[in-house]
């Protein structure tokens, strides 16, 4: 393990309580708020399963976060060969001890992990997929360990730790000890029918252009591929720069990238780029946040994008609507209840 950081008393908590649990073959739920550092305190536990000669995998539902995950674990396992399973990966027939890799990779072995994580467990598609479920349960051993992580945990995961199933750790504060950022409510009074003029309402243009005027880089979550599509012309008309990206696109990795080192000044979004992501000083907006596929879980996970980074700890997270959901208030009063048991009045 050459991970040099230092865990949080409450990271350090989870990850003991964690470890104690693959040590037992037993499962575990680690739930932690979006930027509490999840990835940091499954390393020592994983470092102590490879010591053991056992066989580890962390599992998750999406490219994105395994694209996020590879360069953090190659850099606290440095003497570790890592495999990166994905869709367009350059894959090599190899046996590795430690592997990352999307759920689908996980069809491909049978018997083969002492340890399997599933981090983002409440994602889709893996939340709804009951085949991908059966592929974590046969990729394992018959005597294995099994953790989910997540920030977001569905009912079916929590109903396993009120039965008693799963063993349970919560971190309810982010490792640099500052409180999530709250979304506000912004009307946005029929926006479609504005893009179909071929405008962009003026709010909207407006929050862009401050985040384009102070240099802070920004997503803009749209509901569906259609709507982005049609306003990706009208944005670039004013900001040729801005990039847009969505889950078929073979160049979301680079796009990704670009933002990260502000090479761009913001990216278009579906909910693809819900989690899993981390960029430095980063504003958001949803558009269309009444949408029903935004529901209370992707807007908190969205939410969570902001205010990551110890040095940019605040940010701007605004939910442009037509109209004020229940998902959009629960969303809301979930980040408040987070910050009130983290202590934050």
Same mark, same amino acid.
């Given at each position: 393990?050459?991970?040099?950081?230092?865990?949080?008393?409450?990271?350090?908590?989870?990850? *003991?309580?964690?470890?104690?649990?693959?040590?037992?073959?037993?499962?575990?739920?680690?739930?932690?708020? =979006?930027? &509490?550092?999840?990835?940091?305190?499954? #390393?020592?536990?994983?470092?102590?399963?490879? !010591? *053991?000669?056992?066989?580890? =995998?962390?599992?998750?539902?999406?490219?994105?976060?395994?694209?996020?995950?590879?360069? !953090?674990?190659?850099?606290?396992?440095?003497?570790?060969? $890592?495999?990166?399973?994905?869709?367009?990966?350059?894959?090599?027939? %190899?046996? =590795?001890?430690?592997?990352? +890799?999307?759920?689908?990779?996980?069809? !491909? #072995?049978?018997?083969?992990?002492?340890?399997?994580?599933?981090?983002?467990?409440?994602?889709?598609?893996?939340?709804?997929?009951? +085949?991908?479920?059966?592929?974590?349960?046969?990729?394992?051993?018959?005597?294995?360990?099994? &953790?989910?992580?997540? &920030?977001?945990?569905?009912?079916?995961?929590?109903?396993? $730790?009120? %039965?008693?199933?799963?063993?349970?750790?919560?971190?309810?504060? %982010?490792?640099?000890?500052?409180?999530?950022?709250?979304?506000?409510?912004?009307?946005?009074?029929?926006?479609? %029918?504005?893009?179909?003029?071929?405008?962009?309402?003026?709010?909207?243009?407006?929050?862009?252009?401050?985040?384009?005027?102070?240099?802070?880089?920004?997503?803009?979550?749209?509901?569906? @591929?259609?709507?982005?599509?049609?306003?990706?012309?009208? #944005?670039?008309?004013?900001?040729?720069?801005?990039?847009?990206?969505?889950?078929?696109?073979?160049?979301?990795?680079?796009?990704?990238?670009?933002?990260?080192?502000?090479?761009?000044?913001?990216?278009?979004?579906?909910? @693809?780029?819900?989690?899993?992501?981390?960029?430095?000083?980063?504003?958001?907006?949803?558009? /269309? +946040?009444?949408?029903?596929?935004?529901?209370?879980?992707?807007?908190?996970?969205?939410?969570?994008?902001? /205010?990551?980074?110890?040095?940019?700890?605040? /940010?701007?997270?605004?939910?442009?609507?037509?109209?004020?959901?229940?998902?959009?208030?629960?969303?809301?009063?979930?980040?408040?209840?987070?910050?009130?048991?983290?202590?934050?009045?």
């Amino acid at each position: 393990l050459t991970w040099e950081g230092q865990l949080t008393m409450l990271q350090q908590k989870a990850s *003991k309580q964690l470890n104690t649990s693959l040590l037992q073959k037993k499962q575990h739920v680690v739930h932690a708020v =979006c930027g &509490a550092g999840k990835t940091e305190l499954l #390393f020592q536990p994983i470092y102590n399963a490879l !010591r *053991k000669g056992e066989r580890v =995998c962390v599992a998750t539902p999406r490219t994105d976060v395994v694209l996020e995950l590879l360069p !953090r674990f190659q850099q606290a396992f440095q003497q570790t060969t $890592i495999q990166a399973l994905y869709g367009g990966a350059e894959q090599k027939d %190899r046996y =590795c001890s430690l592997v990352l +890799a999307t759920t689908h990779q996980l069809y !491909r #072995f049978e018997r083969a992990f002492d340890v399997v994580i599933v981090d983002e467990a409440d994602a889709f598609p893996y939340t709804y997929d009951t +085949a991908l479920q059966q592929a974590v349960l046969k990729a394992k051993k018959s005597v294995a360990a099994t &953790a989910l992580v997540t &920030a977001t945990p569905s009912n079916k995961i929590l109903q396993t $730790i009120e %039965r008693g199933e799963a063993n349970y750790s919560f971190i309810p504060k %982010r490792f640099h000890d500052h409180p999530l950022p709250v979304p506000r409510n912004e009307s946005l009074w029929f926006y479609n %029918r504005q893009f179909e003029k071929g405008q962009i309402p003026k709010k909207l243009k407006k929050w862009v252009q401050e985040q384009i005027d102070q240099q802070r880089p920004f997503l803009l979550f749209f509901p569906t @591929i259609q709507l982005r599509e049609k306003s990706k012309l009208l #944005f670039q008309n004013y900001w040729p720069s801005i990039e847009s990206v969505h889950a078929d696109d073979p160049n979301r990795k680079e796009k990704v990238l670009l933002l990260r080192e502000e090479k761009v000044p913001g990216l278009m979004t579906t909910t @693809i780029l819900e989690r899993g992501i981390t960029i430095k000083n980063v504003q958001v907006a949803v558009i /269309g +946040a009444e949408n029903k596929i935004f529901e209370a879980n992707a807007l908190i996970q969205i939410a969570g994008r902001v /205010g990551r980074n110890k040095d940019y700890p605040n /940010g701007d997270i605004v939910f442009f609507h037509h109209g004020i959901t229940t998902e959009m208030d629960h969303a809301i009063r979930q980040i408040r209840k987070y910050n009130t048991k983290a202590e934050f009045k």
